[in-house]
């Protein structure tokens, strides 16, 4: 390697664990979460940051970003805040928002340093934002900290572990030359050129490894088996990277990072024109994957994966990169990169005993110009939709094509060129006429079949034609000034030319403080660190798969369906049983009838498939075996024989065709005189609007360990499940044993967000068979692909609603049609359809409305609870309602929204009354905090200028129902012991999964008992603590839970009267000893259940809620109309939390809400064909948001003066409110497509599905470009549809 460009330093790498061989660590130090600190000894600043700053709530993803993070900081003790953006890239967070997390490592960077001290607030009370920070601005003086950066220990690289001194004085290990031989893979790592050959002449069939990141997953994923692996990572020629005089010569094993590095170096020092390949290649690869894959992954695997998206092969193709290749045999060969290079899918012209060396990339001349583009779901981290490179060279004396290259991935099964363009443009001077013949000619070069695989055909055509566009305009800037008379290009055009960077985040949060009265150790209403964030940020926190192994237990991998709908003629798993290590095969014959039954209301599921399978991945049977590897093998080895079965439904209106619905549906909810208020109305206008399901994507997937007690059937169940009640009771009843031999522990959950409230049976029931059937330990926990095919998602939901309303936008009636697809089975279905009904008003009254609603019945896995529970698709109907009036009028959609929002004593289409309704209040500070009306303003004009650039802005509001419709659910229980030294033990019926609810127990009871919150602990929660619980759902755990607790906590207390009356000057512990003196219990039970609520939907009437969590968002976006790219600018949240309990963890509900409600409405997209196959199955097609996408300004603000008399301290329910308030986003980006529309002589009026993902913002910004774009022949069945 070329020494003199890359660090000869020790430097640290972040990488991912699970894609790093073991083999490929030889001579490296490791160092992990563990290894840096620790709750018992000291904590390392990058862990008691995260943690102090409430960066961390389930903690799943902790680990990881601490040692994205401490990387970071072990190169550079004093980054600057791009660094760390960078450092996070590949990170992702289900729970937070990054807000919290951005916020509290900011505080290493050299950005916060230096705003300190301009600041002159060196004691680190403030952010660090410097000017922006939002104290430096009157209006927002009232804003508090939710921490407080002075109190972190300083960063001191000295304290850090040495580098091990063996490996630093010595390259020994480095030079040696090695081989593992393992069982089924042999490792080779030869230390030159002449060995490697060698071994690829030996074994032409090896894979040559670098940095894994496509060997690791077609090997963990792909079912790939490689018996010889090679690592050419020591062997000088492959690592070598040097400047020549013609351009870098790059070795096949040179890191993305050190190639960036290198690059980066040679821009610095030659001059522009010399250096446009590197910096396409630089741009690139900070889109490309994140940080820990750039660290590893090689140039070389890149390149010889061949994938037809790699980013990095349409650019060598386009520069024309040469290639030296070598084999034992024939030597050295040179080969150009052009369009003869690929040969097919992932096929090349390098024959198999041929290694590639190096790559040499060429330095540009004075007149080439050379540009790159990639558009993605996601900009961070995620792989290309379509990519493209433009090579062109001008002629010196006129801006006429000499010669041009065009490469493009995403459009075919290899990289390709559009080799008639190319042709065709030569000679053609570089103007506007240009662009026509371009165009017609790259939509020949490059067709797409209707059912091409990726599916979003026309989109990516219309890419093809966007990035050429981009290109013009771009080379067009360059020549500009070169060529005499050339016309300079319009300043409305400039906009075009570059995509989205990154935005520095600012952000700012508003709390009511608590009183200066309130007594110190009362930590009711403070800012209290999640009682688990420390050891979450150390790997201390024990989530049910880090239970140690015990003795004797085994594994368990699910047998699952691979039809959609079949008959099962035969299963046969002699194959499985017969491998080493196989214990048991267990299938529908193991459970005769009822006990294969279950459901969390209908018992329509079964454990086991028995005689047909309905969805694929429906669970057929299971295999136990010794460990997880074999379990999974024999799994697979199950042969079972199927007859295919019509119908195959899988979307809603598949559905709708085919009558397929749930029985008891439609269901109606009817208040007023609809038909009379249509017959009188000004104006009726009829839509539809339709939302796609989202993946739960909790971080740790289902997991169960059960343990027989091998005594009476006992059996303890260990397990990841908002509702482990009802693994108990369905458990029991499967074995058909009592409940009280079943007892399930939760310790905490590494995300739930619903997933968790029923679908965990999937997993539970078979392992509990199994324990049972076998007595010993068995475990399972699903790999994330496996999570995703089994165990549901969100309900797609499709409304279709017909409106009345006044001239001035007042309406005056509704009748809406819903429909949301279930799945195979029932689960909550009805429940969140239900939800879905209640919510379709959203915050305004309409007197006359009727609502039918539908469950379809499909062949997809069931769908389930996920946060918000049906309640924003039914507000999200009505906020295109809104928009509709709007457009229809002429009118600001925040006109028509505001003369309709409800007001306090307004009665809703179920007939419950709206008491202290803050609606009005929220959205005036909103619009107030936000400065709408002048960013409005702003943004007109802003599109008046940018014809490929538009922003757009738009204001929500949300009511949203706190309880759970189903009356008896809304009860909770809970348990409190106090032992005689004075400390607590708290049970309670909710679970942990992040969402702060033991922390916010223990500050009740701290309040409660007038004790110190450090004398309380909460140690799981557990059937045999507190029985027949209801699911931590419906945003109701701190309600439910908190007023048990207070009940149980004032049982005590009134028994400890007497003692406290003869002892007044005592304090807890003396009280308590004397209490244990006196024989009196120090062990009690709380109840509580929710007072008048119950709802008729016979007779309409009744409460179906206790109270209403209301709030508003006001959000700007900018859109890049060319590729459908966006970016959020600016959001803004007012909601009302009554009194907040702990504005920390409220505000972190809020702000990971938010954000999940962002994937939802502009992200992910779960893609299913149309005979039922998950397509999106894993991190690599399906996107959540991640660090970069949040909005640039983030604030959010707590109502103050809203105290709510219904709910534990006056405070209000958060889990699942804030999460519709990410609509705002979704209606911004309508709005801003609608001033490109507008523009461009379109409609104001059309339709946008949720998500607004790029592909769809690009096809409703119709221009010149997407005329062009050829129509799909409809016979043609599509790749992919939502369900
Ligand atoms: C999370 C994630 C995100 C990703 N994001 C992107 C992205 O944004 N853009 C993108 O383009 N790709 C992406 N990839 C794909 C992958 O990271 C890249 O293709 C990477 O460069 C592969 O390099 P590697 O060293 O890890 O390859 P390896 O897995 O080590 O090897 C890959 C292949 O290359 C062959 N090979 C390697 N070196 C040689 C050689 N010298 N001679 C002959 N054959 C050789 C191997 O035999 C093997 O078949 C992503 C992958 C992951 C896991
Ligand atoms: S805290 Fe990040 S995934 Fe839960």
Redesign the pocket.
């Known amino acids: 390697m070329d020494t003199s460009l890359l660090s000869s330093e020790q430097i640290h790498l972040a990488v991912?664990a699970c894609?790093a061989p073991v083999c490929s660590l030889h001579g490296l130090a490791v160092t992990t979460v563990e290894g840096i600190g620790s709750t018992k000894t000291k904590l390392h600043p990058v862990q008691e940051r995260i943690a102090k700053s409430h960066g961390s709530q389930c903690g799943f993803c902790t680990p990881g970003i601490v040692m994205s993070v401490y990387t970071l900081l072990r190169n550079s003790s004093k980054p600057k805040m791009k660094d760390l953006e960078v450092s996070l890239q590949?990170n992702l967070c289900r729970c937070t928002g990054y807000r919290a997390i951005i916020e509290g490592f900011g505080t290493f960077t050299e950005d916060w340093e230096q705003s300190r001290i301009s600041n002159g607030t060196p004691n680190g009370t403030t952010c660090s934002l410097g000017s922006n920070c939002c104290k430096n601005r009157p209006a927002e003086k009232e804003e508090e900290a939710l921490f407080t950066p002075g109190e972190f220990t300083p960063y001191d690289p000295t304290q850090e572990p040495i580098f091990p001194p063996e490996l630093k004085i010595s390259s020994e290990l480095d030079k040696q030359n090695l081989s593992f031989i393992g069982k089924r893979t042999a490792w080779y790592r030869p230390t030159n050129i002449v060995d490697l050959l060698d071994l690829?002449d030996k074994y032409p069939d090896?894979?040559?490894?670098?940095?894994?990141?496509?060997?690791?997953?077609?090997t963990k994923f792909k079912n790939c088996v490689y018996p010889v692996l090679?690592n050419?990572s020591m062997v000088p020629e492959?690592s070598a990277i040097n400047v020549t005089d013609s351009g870098v010569s790059v070795g096949?094993?040179v890191?993305?990072n050190d190639m960036e590095i290198v690059m980066r170096k040679v821009i610095e020092s030659e001059p522009e024109y010399k250096t446009r390949i590197f910096s396409a290649v630089v741009d690139m690869l900070h889109?490309?994957?994140?940080k820990?894959?750039r660290n590893?992954?090689?140039?070389?695997?890149?390149?010889?994966?061949g994938?037809p998206?790699?980013?990095?092969?349409p650019i060598w193709i386009a520069a024309r990169c040469q290639l030296q290749?070598q084999s034992k045999t024939r030597g050295v060969r040179i080969l150009t990169m052009d369009h003869s290079f690929f040969t097919g899918y992932r096929r090349n012209v390098?024959k198999p005993d041929?290694?590639?060396?190096r790559i040499i990339v060429p330095f540009t001349a004075q007149n080439q110009y050379f540009h790159a583009y990639?558009q993605?779901r996601r900009r961070d981290?995620?792989?290309?939709i379509v990519n493209a490179a433009f090579n062109i060279y001008l002629e010196n004396s006129s801006p006429v094509i000499k010669d041009i290259v065009m490469a493009f991935?995403g459009m075919a099964p290899t990289t390709v060129t559009a080799q008639t363009t190319q042709q065709k443009l030569l000679g053609l001077k570089w103007n506007d006429a240009l662009l026509e013949k371009a165009y017609g000619y790259l939509v020949n070069d490059l067709p797409l079949a209707g059912n091409a695989p990726g599916g979003m055909v026309q989109y990516r055509v219309a890419l093809v034609l966007s990035f050429f566009f981009k290109a013009y305009l771009a080379v067009c800037q360059k020549i500009q000034t070169i060529y005499a008379d050339y016309p300079a290009i319009p300043n409305d055009h400039e906009s075009a030319v570059h995509g989205f960077g990154s935005v520095k985040p600012s952000s700012a949060q508003y709390f009511q403080v608590v009183p200066n009265d309130q007594k110190v150790n009362d930590p009711v209403g403070r800012p209290i660190v999640h009682k688990s964030a420390y050891k979450q940020a150390t790997g201390e926190a024990v989530y049910c798969d880090d239970m140690p192994q015990i003795k004797g237990e085994l594994y368990l991998a699910l047998v699952l369906s691979s039809k959609t709908h079949a008959r099962i003629l035969s299963i046969d798993a002699s194959q499985a049983l017969a491998l080493d290590g196989v214990q048991a095969f267990y299938s529908a014959e193991d459970l005769p009838g009822k006990r294969n039954s279950w459901g969390p209301i209908i018992h329509d599921e079964e454990v086991f498939a028995r005689g047909v399978v309905t969805y694929q991945g429906q669970p057929v049977g299971a295999i136990v075996a010794d460990d997880q590897r074999i379990a999974q093998q024999a799994a697979k080895l199950v042969k079972i024989s199927y007859q295919d079965i019509e119908p195959v439904i899988v979307t809603i209106e598949d559905a709708i065709e085919k009558e397929s619905f749930f029985p008891g549906y439609p269901k109606k909810l009817e208040k007023g005189n609809v038909d009379a208020a249509f017959a009188a109305a000004d104006n009726i206008l009829t839509g539809e609007a339709r939302m796609a399901g989202q993946e739960h994507f909790y971080l740790e997937t289902h997991c169960c360990i059960a343990v027989p007690k091998c005594e009476d059937d006992e059996l303890h169940i260990y397990i990841s499940s908002q509702n482990p009640t009802e693994a108990q009771k369905l458990i029991a009843e499967m074995l058909d044993i009592p409940a009280n031999r079943v007892t399930c522990h939760v310790k905490r959950m590494g995300g739930g967000f619903g997933g968790k409230e029923s679908r965990f049976n999937v997993v539970s029931l078979p392992v509990a068979l199994a324990a049972h059937r076998l007595q010993r330990p068995v475990r399972c926990m699903l790999d994330r692909d496996e999570d995703m095919i089994v165990t549901g998602q969100r309900h797609p939901f499709l409304g279709r609603f017909k409106v009345s309303f006044t001239n001035t936008g007042k309406i005056t009636g509704c009748e809406v049609y819903i429909y949301n697809n279930g799945g195979y089975s029932m689960d909550l279905s009805g429940a969140v359809l239900e939800r879905a009904m209640f919510h379709t008003e959203n915050s305004y009254k309409i007197d006359n409305v009727r609502v039918h609603g539908y469950v379809c019945r499909t062949n997809i896995p069931s769908n389930t609870a996920f946060r918000g529970f049906g309640g924003p698709q039914g507000m999200f109907f009505a906020e295109t309602m809104i928009r509709d009036i709007a457009t229809y009028l002429g009118k600001e959609p925040s006109e028509v929204a505001e003369i309709n929002l409800y007001q306090e004593g307004n009665i809703t289409h179920y007939n419950q009354p709206l008491l202290n309704c803050t609606l009005q209040k929220c959205w005036t500070e909103c619009v107030a905090r936000s400065d709408y009306s002048a960013r409005q303003q702003e943004i007109q004009q802003y599109n008046e200028l940018n014809k490929w650039k538009k922003r757009g802005i738009s204001i929500v509001p949300t009511k949203f129902g706190i309880s759970f419709t189903c009356k008896f659910l809304n009860q909770a229980g809970a348990l409190v012991h106090v032992y005689t030294d004075g400390s607590v033990l708290l049970s309670h019926g909710g679970t942990e999964m992040g969402q702060g609810l033991h922390t916010k127990m223990i500050q009740v009871a701290s309040r409660a008992l007038g004790i110190s919150e450090s004398l309380i602990h909460i140690s799981e929660t557990s059937t045999d603590k507190v029985p027949n619980t209801s699911a931590t759902a419906a945003s109701a755990g701190s309600d439910l839970n908190g007023m048990a607790v207070l009940n149980a906590c004032h049982t005590i207390l009134e028994r400890l009267q007497p003692i406290k009356k003869a002892n007044p000057s005592g304090g807890w512990e003396d009280w308590i000893k004397a209490a244990y003196v006196e024989r009196i219990s120090l062990s009690a039970t709380g109840f509580y259940r929710t007072p008048d609520i119950g709802y008729d939907w016979e007779k309409n009437e009744g409460n179906p809620f206790n109270y209403f969590t209301f709030g508003v968002a006001c959000s700007e976006v900018e859109i890049d109309c060319l590729t459908g790219d966006h970016q959020v600018l600016r959001s803004d949240i007012v909601m009302d939390l009554g009194e907040s309990l702990n504005p920390a963890i409220d505000i972190g509900q809020i702000e990971g809400g938010f954000i999940q409600g962002y994937g939802l409405f502009t992200l992910e997209e779960p893609i299913v064909s149309p005979n039922g196959t998950l397509l999106t199955r894993g991190?690599?097609t399906y996107k959540l948001p991640g660090f970069s996408d949040i909005p640039a300004v983030f604030n959010v603000s707590l109502l103050k003066g809203a105290s709510n008399p219904r709910a534990v301290y006056s405070s209000k329910a958060v889990g699942e409110p804030p999460l519709f308030l990410a609509s705002s986003i979704f209606f911004a980006i309508k709005d801003a497509i609608s001033s490109a529309r507008v523009q461009r002589g379109f409609s104001k009026k059309f339709k946008l599905d949720s998500p607004a993902t790029a592909a769809r913002i690009r096809m409703a910004c119709e221009d010149d470009l997407t005329s062009k774009v050829p129509a799909v022949d409809p016979k043609l069945t599509p790749w992919g549809v939502t369900a």
């Open positions: 991912n894609l590949g690829k090896a894979r040559i490894v670098v940095g894994n990141t496509e060997v690791g997953v077609e090679i050419p492959l096949a094993s890191t993305l889109w490309f994957a994140g820990q894959i590893v992954a090689a140039v070389g695997g890149n390149l010889m994966t994938s998206i790699s980013d990095l092969n290749v390098i041929e290694v590639l060396v990639k993605a981290d995620d792989i290309a991935g991190p690599g």
